[in-house]
């Protein structure tokens, strides 16, 4: 006899806790390898007749999954839409909607790759200096890992990198953090406390200590920061090449900038910002409020009120989160994650996805959900081909 709703949580929550025993944890491995879609579906579903929610049960996944083999389990949840179809497996949920007339068939064969490509699993970062010294980050021990004038560059335990001043007197000297396609993300102390997470195929380059009216870095590519408040020196993002110029004096954001994508997004977690577009003599900007994003290409500028923030700060949270995603968009995230490259021999398929999925989870195991759209992707080295 299977356990009822209330006893999987307990179990659930004793296994995450580390406190199951080896009886309670065959239990729920049985449980997971034979529940019938229905109970599933009461157990993922977050009403307010559970405290089981989707996050405690994307984290029994992972937990899970790390111990049993690949699974694939398929339920149609009601709460979405009639025609989407949801995947569970290792580390994650994916969903797809099929936006066209294929024909609705049982899963698909899961393609075959040739090769199949592992979720990084260490940053490779690479700190370049002023005077063009480059520091591979992965292979520096823990603490002083580079002095500069008046300051001294460390790594922690945790990879993080911290400026601190020593005290003694200083120039200003730019330095670059890369963050290479392929690579975990790594974050960064500046010297005025100010902290920012850098995504995949992502850099920023910073001066080792800030002066005057402002504190100005420059990013290409993707990074959330936690601003130190200074209401003498505004802390300015820029990406002069698109035009883009974001001011706060203290505050969390996101910013999406990377080359490859229509437009720059600028997310407001907490604070207020101030975005602008365009040279400074014409620049067009907005105010942000919390919540917000801000979107603009070299034509058009727009401020959405709503957005969903797991989307948003996927990335930092080591998640795929797509809600209704375009397969190019879902794509050049995998580019950037794997180091990929992905083509389009017969032209883009339509579909769109919506789903999240671990980001230790392998390309092929990504790939996953394109089955059942009749999409398929064959892995060729580090290319990947996708067909209608």
Request: hydrophobic fraction near 40%; proline fraction near 5%; avoid cysteine.
């Amino acid at each position: 006899m299977h356990p009822d709703k209330d006893a999987i949580q307990q179990l659930a929550r004793k296994y995450m806790d580390g406190v199951a025993s080896d009886e309670e944890i065959k239990l729920l491995h049985d449980w997971y390898d034979h529940v019938n879609p229905g109970e599933m579906e009461a157990i993922f579903t977050d009403s307010s007749e559970t405290q089981f929610g989707a996050d405690t049960w994307q984290r029994l996944q992972q937990q899970i999954s790390a111990e049993k083999p690949l699974r694939v389990k398929m339920l149609l949840l009601r709460r979405w839409w009639a025609a989407a179809v949801v995947l569970l497996l290792a580390g994650g949920l994916w969903a797809v909607r099929i936006h066209n007339n294929r024909r609705e068939s049982p899963m698909v064969a899961a393609n075959k790759p040739l090769h199949d490509v592992k979720a990084p699993s260490v940053n490779h970062a690479v700190l370049t200096l002023a005077g063009g010294r480059q520091i591979l980050l992965d292979s520096a021990g823990n603490g002083l890992v580079a002095s500069q004038t008046g300051m001294n560059i460390m790594k922690n335990d945790s990879g993080s990198i911290v400026y601190v001043a020593d005290g003694s007197q200083h120039d200003i000297q730019y330095n670059t953090l890369t963050i290479p396609a392929g690579s975990k993300p790594l974050s960064v102390a500046l010297s005025d406390g100010s902290r920012v997470w850098l995504n995949a195929a992502s850099s920023l380059t910073f001066p080792t200590t800030f002066s005057g009216k402002e504190r100005k870095v420059l990013i290409n590519g993707e990074g959330y920061f936690e601003v130190a408040t200074n209401p003498q020196a505004p802390f300015v993002v820029a990406r002069p090449d698109k035009g883009l110029q974001v001011q706060v004096l203290g505050t969390a954001f996101n910013v999406n900038a990377y080359d490859g994508e229509p437009d720059i997004r600028v997310t407001l977690i907490s604070g207020a910002v101030k975005v602008s577009r365009g040279p400074s003599q014409s620049a067009v900007t907005v105010t942000m409020a919390p919540g917000q994003q801000v979107r603009f290409s070299p034509t058009n500028m727009e401020v959405l009120k709503e957005v969903d923030m797991d989307v948003v700060m996927a990335w930092k949270d080591g998640l795929f989160v797509f809600e209704g995603t375009d397969i190019q968009v879902m794509m050049r995230q995998a580019e950037r994650w794997y180091n990929i490259t992905v083509k389009y021999p017969h032209g883009a398929p339509a579909e769109h996805f919506t789903g999240s999925l671990s980001r230790e989870a392998s390309l092929s195991q990504f790939l996953k959900i394109l089955d059942y759209s009749g999409v398929t992707a064959n892995i060729d080295g580090k290319t990947v081909f996708i067909n209608p």
